[in-house]
């Protein structure tokens, strides 16, 4: 039983330690009176007799409550300013010292109580394989309702019957502590409380009913998020205030395992993956929640999907994710679906058209550190087309996926972006849809056939036609052949396969079947 906890459950009206962070020291609760064997981690009650009997414990010999019936002077003498020896603790109360002493034995029992308790505690902690399964079962123990966050107000799992009031249905319908009850709770000093006491804070909340307890979820000093518990079921006292410290401490152990603690320990972000599973709908919420991940509000973003080796698992695409987020600022990343995934705010539009597919460009490539590790790790990154609503991020995952899933890996090619191989993953969803050939024009195919047959270059011809419009010369540079020949063959598409390259829409169906061609399997 800690210090803090001993002192909280008895009657006394204050108490002097020598230094504050003997509150947290873990005692063992003697039943012997006054003087007799010192041990550490051991606590006794004496007087201010046995105090001046024995002396004060030394460093490694436990600590000796000093309780006196009446105030601060009748405990710790007339000169209260005088340092305290570190091994005495001293409080004062009411009750007469036999009084106290009974009341102070009682602790033995309790104290076997609570160390029954931490060991279902820590069962349930063995025993659970995800954080709501611990969650239920630690709320048994505790007898009070919980709710368990990370660091990025996600909450990662309730159980027990929770109070019905505003904010606690608030915050079960959005499945994120929202900014509004985070802010009540800053104003009323618990989260900053709770912070600089490291342990759990026993309050009343602004506009709730039933009283609450707020503790720090931390693991290696690292915060992991908050463990909050409701006076429910029965009201709390400090032994249940110890008890939720250290369901805490195991929370935190097991936030660190599954990798939930969020994007601002550098876990990669729990928001970004629960809009991208579809498991969150406010946009005002999501934006809120960005803001605390450092990621302002913009009005164009750019999802990229990064891919690496085939055996690359959700651990290499973490560490991956955590250098970019070092390198790249102003990133959103989670781990989904095999990959890394990165929300990219590219910056405001300059002009009323749409610049957004450049202002992309510059963004992605002027973050040396992104392209340095796609290029040193064999890894490539595929985008969706820029958006606006931040609630549209499923769709642009599902526009990059398509992308990877359409385009040929390129020798050098790290950034592949959607814009410049549109047709090619039309082609590919038409092709997985069996649909391919309603969108060829059957002249473009037929002269492609006819290519490939005869080694002529008919199509290459009229590609070049439609790229370099009224400028035979530049279109017969490309193609490398005299101009001559270049209008010969102009002659005899029109000629073989009816397509004039002189109307609008031959012209286009030219283009579009072609591209279209470049992104199916089975063309050559």
């Known amino acids: 039983m800690k210090l803090r906890t001993v002192l909280s459950e008895l009657p006394i009206r204050g108490f002097d330690v020598a230094d504050d962070a003997q509150l947290g020291w873990d005692m063992v609760v003697s039943p012997e009176w006054g003087a007799g064997e010192r041990a550490e981690g051991v606590i006794r ?5 046995d105090l001046a009997q024995e002396g004060a414990p030394g460093h490694d010999e436990g600590l000796l409550l000093v309780y006196a019936q009446g105030g601060e002077g009748d405990a710790v003498g007339e000169d209260a300013a005088a340092a305290r020896e570190p091994g005495v603790v001293y409080c004062w109360g009411d009750l007469a010292p036999i009084e106290f002493r009974g009341a102070f034995l009682g602790l033995v029992q309790r104290s076997g109580e609570l160390g029954a308790r931490r060991n279902q505690l820590f069962d349930c902690f063995l025993e659970s ?5 611990f969650a239920q079962r630690a709320a048994a123990v505790l007898e009070n309702p919980v709710i368990i966050s990370n660091t990025e107000h996600k909450i990662l799992a309730t159980a027990g019957t929770l109070p019905t009031s505003d904010d606690v249905r608030s915050v079960l319908e959005a499945g994120y502590i929202t ?5 009540r709770l800053r104003d009323d000093g618990i989260i900053s409380s709770a912070r600089s006491a490291r342990h759990s804070v026993l309050s009343e909340r602004a506009g709730e009913k039933d009283r609450a307890v707020t503790s720090i979820i931390y693991h290696h000093r690292l915060e992991m998020g908050r463990f909050d518990v409701f006076e429910v079921t029965h009201a709390m006292t400090g032994l249940d205030l110890e008890l939720v410290d250290f369901a805490s401490d195991l929370a935190g152990i097991m936030i660190e395992r599954l990798g939930a603690a969020g994007g601002r320990l550098g876990k990669g972000s729990s928001i970004l993956k629960d809009v991208l599973e579809g498991a969150f709908v406010s946009e005002d919420a999501l934006q809120a929640h960005l803001d605390l991940l450092g990621l302002a509000a913009d009005d164009t973003y750019v999802l990229l999907n990064v891919c690496g080796p085939a055996d690359a698992n959700e651990e290499y695409y973490a560490r991956a994710g955590a250098i970019v987020q070092r390198s790249m600022p102003g990133v959103v990343w989670c781990v989904t679906g095999g990959a890394l995934v990165l929300l990219v705010a590219v910056g405001p539009a300059k002009d009323v058209g749409f610049d957004a597919y450049e202002r992309c460009e510059r963004r992605v490539s002027r973050d040396r550190g992104l392209t340095q590790m796609l290029a040193n790790n064999d890894m490539r990154a595929y985008s969706s087309e820029p958006f606006g609503d931040l609630l549209a991020m499923r769709r642009a995952l599902r526009e990059s996926r398509e992308l990877r ?7 050098g090619t790290r950034v592949v972006y959607l814009w410049r191989h549109r047709f090619e993953v039309i082609a590919h969803n038409a092709e997985l849809a069996g649909a391919q050939g309603m969108l060829l ?5 037929a002269m492609n056939a006819y290519d490939r047959v005869h080694d002529t270059a008919y199509l290459q011809t009229a590609v070049a036609s439609v790229r370099f419009p009224g400028s035979p010369a530049d279109a017969a540079e490309a193609l490398s052949v005299h101009r001559n020949t270049y209008f010969y063959r102009v002659n005899k598409i029109d000629e073989l396969f009816h397509l004039d390259l002189k109307d609008g829409d031959d012209r286009l169906a030219v283009s579009f079947a072609a591209a279209i061609m470049e992104g199916l399997s089975d063309m050559p």
């Open 129 to 133: 394989y995800d954080m709501r399964q």
């Open 405 to 411: 899933a359409a385009v040929r890996p390129h020798a």
């Open 441 to 445: 024009d059957k002249r473009v195919v």
């Open 179 to 183: 900014p509004e009850v985070e802010r």
């Open 45 to 49: 009650l004496g007087s201010r007799a």
